[in-house]
């Protein structure tokens, strides 16, 4: 197998992306320190546990999850032409990325995070391609309005993005759309609750007042070991330098490309600022940040040399596996 990443044939970058799903897999069935939580976004305490109850079947579903994910986001990202030349390494960088992000004691709320993003993005970058298909804008919002009830801390980035597409798409009939999709799923958790007798305001209210209660949690600081600051101060290097390789070909790119690479700077942006400034903020965030960083590392790894991709490729790789420790 070759490690210029760039040039990755797709049967290279699936047996990557495999491997680092089953690495995975593997360390989930090792960990030890799986609890259940109480409190928190509706659905986490339901994920976490059947964690508990079921940790070989959750740690099982790490592989297909994990391999369905990285597919996902690197098909969108070829077949809207992202970047300057066709590359698959996306799939073998994607699976590095969500191998290292989801390596804690939660992992299995981090593989549910892993997912919706996934289907976020991949289907975000779909709606913003040539192909403008108002179904991929509309299930882009669900994966999006489904976030918060796994997270609560995802409700400003929930907000925010949600502000920013609309801005970008700017017909009602497609505000429209993306309103109705990313409230859509809190809607179904509240009418569920009505149905077993509950409170349909007080359980809408309940969604946003969670945030609160996670301020105090600490969720953060456990998962940020050394090892994962120095991975993510990695991924934010290569990140630079992968924006510094775009510059210099964005006017070659086309038109929607741009829109895209715009959108993903914008994001990023957006998650740096809220894990520096808002105090809840959880691995989710982080999880969400590493996979917006990482569809833009291609580039980078296109524009230079072979033998340079091949060290940088291979450094980042043995950080990802350091983040076992």
Same mark, same amino acid.
């Given at each position: @197998?070759?490690? =210029? ?7 290279? !970058?699936?047996?990557?992306? @495999? ?19 109480? #409190? #928190? ?22 592989? /297909? ?5 990285? %597919? +996902? ?15 698959? #390494?996306?799939?073998? %960088?994607? !699976? ?26 991949? +289907? ?6 040539? =192909? ?37 798409? !700017? ?13 859509? /799923?809190?809607?179904? $958790?509240? $009418? ?6 509950? &409170? ?11 945030? &609160?209660?996670?301020?105090?949690? !600490? ?7 050394? /090892? ?54 959880? /691995? ?22 072979? @033998? ?18």
């Amino acid at each position: @197998m070759i490690f =210029d990443v760039a040039r990755h044939k797709f049967s290279e !970058g699936l047996i990557t992306l @495999m491997l680092f799903a089953f690495v995975a897999l593997i360390a989930a069935l090792s960990a030890t320190d799986v609890v259940a939580v109480e #409190g #928190g976004a509706p659905l986490q305490g339901v994920v976490q546990q059947f964690a508990v109850d079921h940790s070989l079947l959750s740690a099982l579903l790490m592989f /297909p999850a994990l391999i369905y994910s990285g %597919l +996902r986001f690197a098909r969108a990202a070829v077949r809207i032409g992202l970047y300057s030349a066709s590359s698959l #390494g996306l799939l073998a %960088l994607g !699976g590095v990325a969500m191998f290292a992000s989801t390596t804690s004691a939660n992992y299995l709320s981090l593989m549910v995070i892993v997912l919706l993003a996934s289907e976020l993005l991949g +289907r975000l970058l779909y709606c913003l391609g040539p =192909d403008k298909r108002l179904g991929y804008l509309f299930t882009a919002m669900l994966a999006l309005g489904v976030m918060p009830l796994v997270d609560s801390s995802l409700i400003p980035f929930v907000l925010l993005l949600l502000l920013v597409i609309i801005v970008v798409r !700017g017909s009602i009939r497609e505000t429209i759309i993306s309103l109705v999709g990313a409230v859509l /799923p809190s809607f179904v $958790y509240c $009418y569920i609750v009505w149905l077993l007798g509950g &409170e349909f305001g007080v359980a809408f209210a309940d969604i946003w007042s969670m945030a &609160e209660l996670q301020i105090s949690s !600490g969720a953060l600081l456990p998962y940020l070991t050394l /090892p994962r600051l120095v991975f993510l101060g990695a991924t934010l290097f290569l990140t630079v330098c992968s924006l510094i390789a775009y510059s210099g070909v964005r006017m070659s790119l086309l038109d929607s490309s741009r829109v895209v690479w715009r959108l993903l700077i914008a994001v990023a942006l957006m998650l740096v600022a809220m894990l520096v400034f808002i105090p809840s903020a959880t /691995p989710a965030l982080l999880v969400i940040l590493t996979l917006v960083l990482t569809l833009m590392l291609p580039q980078l790894f296109i524009r230079i040399d072979v @033998m340079m991709a091949t060290i940088l490729y291979l450094i980042w790789v043995v950080l990802a596996f350091a983040t076992l420790f």
